[in-house]
């Protein structure tokens, strides 16, 4: 029987940041106990995956409800492991009369692993965690315990080393889950509206590459870079792109050079002529149907929320990569080649050439 996420599915997309946080309670040396949200059956706030390490003195970093069970889970986390890793299962259907506690009308029954801290199992779950903030992708299959099973582990670097085995006993529950690097954002540009883009990416966990800026502007960019072209970049199709310049030239140099590296979410900031354009010229060079470059990129950029200032253009721009990398449907706005031919035949797309504005 297996159970919790499927093989192969990643949560880092609804956890990342706090996976930075676990990990950084776990390096502090004082963790008890790891709850994991492993099987849901109906509805839940916290999507499988979620974790809530738990140190010795009530301290805390992760979540795996909406508030509801944190507090029960932290009480009695260090005595339910004390004999070995367990399950728990707690009810947030509104029901009085059942037997699992906490209904709270999320209309869900969660399953949760809690183990203790400082097993091999335990200690190779946090080197896996801390090599996927490294950039290394892992995976890991954990036994689930129960009357007759206790829980054990495996750890396998993309690469497929394995770096921790249990005897894992495949007659179990086998919970499996895929741990990605952080979303990385490249963002080109170093205006006043990109620091609210790499500020928001950066509270999701993300990390984020300014290319074209002076350090101090971003501090929270984990690289800030002054480049003419990507070598050293090592663009891939994990990674989103964001064009901001506001220089016309700039612009179409980035987008002509990254394309080709079918980056996951490409997204171009400016007025459609603008872009119309930019689009046409860049389809030539690269020798593309134009069709093509139109949907590659996302242009105007961002969920239009509504918003004009540099804050609300951020949100709709960081929303945007958010809900393409998760697989989402959002209302975004792809130009189209007769958008393109449209703008053309109105004749005022030429001047950006000269203004080298994007606004």
């Known amino acids: 029987m297996r159970g919790g996420c499927r093989p192969g599915e990643s949560y880092n997309?609804?956890?990342?940041?706090?996976?930075?946080?676990?990990?950084?309670?776990?390096q502090a040396g004082s963790a008890v106990a790891l709850a994991t949200l492993v099987r849901v059956d109906g509805s839940s706030y916290r999507p499988v995956g979620a974790r809530l390490l738990i140190a010795a003195n009530g301290e805390h970093a992760g979540a795996i409800s909406?508030?509801?069970?944190?507090?029960?889970?932290?009480?009695?986390?260090?005595w339910a492991v004390r004999d070995g890793a367990v399950m728990e299962k707690y009810s947030t259907l509104f029901d009085d009369a059942t037997e699992m506690p906490y209904g709270s009308g999320c209309g869900g029954t969660l399953q949760i692993l809690l183990e203790p801290a400082g097993t091999p199992a335990f200690e190779a779950l946090m080197?896996?965690?801390?090599?996927s903030l490294r950039g290394v992708t892992m995976h890991v299959r954990t036994t689930?315990?129960?009357?007759?099973?206790?829980?054990?582990?495996?750890?396998?670097?993309?690469?497929?080393?394995?770096?921790?085995?249990?005897?894992?006993?495949?007659?179990?529950?086998?919970f499996d889950e895929v741990l990605e690097p952080p979303q990385r954002l490249i963002v080109f540009g170093a205006g006043e509206d990109a620091q609210p883009v790499v500020s928001f990416a950066t509270q999701l966990g993300w990390t984020v590459w300014v290319v074209e800026a002076r350090p101090e502007r971003f501090p929270d960019a984990e690289k800030v870079l002054v480049a003419q072209s990507l070598e050293g970049i090592d663009l891939g199709p994990r990674d989103a792109v964001v064009l901001m310049t506001h220089s016309y030239t700039q612009d179409r140099a980035w987008l002509e050079a990254a394309l080709p590296y079918k980056p996951r979410y490409v997204g171009l900031l400016g007025a459609r002529h603008r872009s119309?354009?930019?689009?046409?010229?860049?389809?030539?060079?690269?020798?593309?149907?134009?069709?093509?470059?139109?949907?590659?990129?996302?242009?105007?950029?961002?969920?239009?929320?509504?918003?004009?200032?540099?804050?609300?253009i951020a949100l709709a721009i960081v929303a945007?990569?958010?809900?393409?990398?998760?697989?989402?449907?959002?209302?975004?706005?792809?130009?189209?080649?007769?958008t393109v031919l449209e703008q053309h035949r109105a004749g005022d797309a030429s001047r950006y050439i000269q203004t080298e504005c994007a606004l």
């Open 13 to 26: 997309l609804h956890t990342m940041r706090e996976r930075h946080l676990i990990v950084d309670l776990y």
């Open 144 to 174: 689930l315990p129960n009357a007759d099973i206790v829980l054990d582990r495996r750890v396998v670097q993309g690469t497929g080393e394995v770096p921790f085995q249990d005897e894992t006993d495949e007659t179990g529950v086998i």
């Open 320 to 338: 945007e990569v958010q809900a393409h990398i998760a697989g989402k449907a959002p209302v975004s706005r792809h130009m189209t080649a007769a």
């Open 127 to 131: 080197q896996a965690m801390q090599a």
């Open 276 to 312: 119309a354009l930019l689009f046409s010229e860049v389809a030539e060079a690269l020798r593309w149907p134009l069709e093509r470059v139109c949907e590659d990129v996302f242009a105007p950029i961002g969920i239009d929320l509504g918003g004009q200032n540099a804050e609300m």
């Open 66 to 78: 909406g508030g509801c069970l944190e507090a029960e889970v932290i009480r009695k986390a260090k």
